[in-house]
Nanobody, 130 residues
Framework: QVRLEESGGASVQAGGSLTLLCRFSGLPGTDGLPGNSALGWFRQAQGEERGVIALVDSDGIGTKRYAESVEGRFTLSKDNAEKLLHLKMNNLKPEDTDMYFC?????????????????WGQGTQVTVFP
């Protein structure tokens, strides 16, 4: 059974930092299962479409890509042994206020479209106040 569980969301003042965690299990390429799973972080404001923040391949190289809006401020890292996906967020801005989601797809290659992801967590709320 696939599980993705986010944590770490909080309210923080602009300029501050947060680290989000996604604990994953049961994905292709984990827990002795065959295959690979690319992972990513997405975010969504109420009433708006979900958008990509940061993605990582699972092809052994681990190429990462970031949305332009977070490039240089957010850092994605993956711990395969602990089955954790981190998102370190620095210099947070009020416009970063959103629900943040962890997602996975049954492929080694990342995808920029949300509908290419098969598995989603429930999300964790990040609120940045001025």
């Amino acid at each position: 059974q696939v599980r993705l569980e986010e944590s770490g969301g909080a309210s923080v003042q602009a300029g501050g930092s947060l680290t989000l965690l996604c604990r994953f299990s049961g994905l292709p390429g984990t827990d002795g299962l065959p295959g690979n799973s690319a992972l990513g972080w997405f975010r969504q404001a109420q009433g708006e479409e979900r958008g990509v923040i940061a993605l990582v391949d699972s092809d052994g190289i681990g190429t990462k890509r970031y949305a332009e809006s977070v490039e240089g401020r957010f850092t994605l890292s993956k711990d395969n042994a602990e089955k954790l996906l981190h998102l370190k967020m620095n210099n947070l801005k009020p416009e970063d206020t959103d629900m943040y989601f962890c997602a996975a797809r049954g492929s080694s290659c990342m995808a920029f479209m949300t509908d290419r992801y098969n598995y989603w967590g429930q999300g964790t709320q990040v609120t940045v106040f001025p």
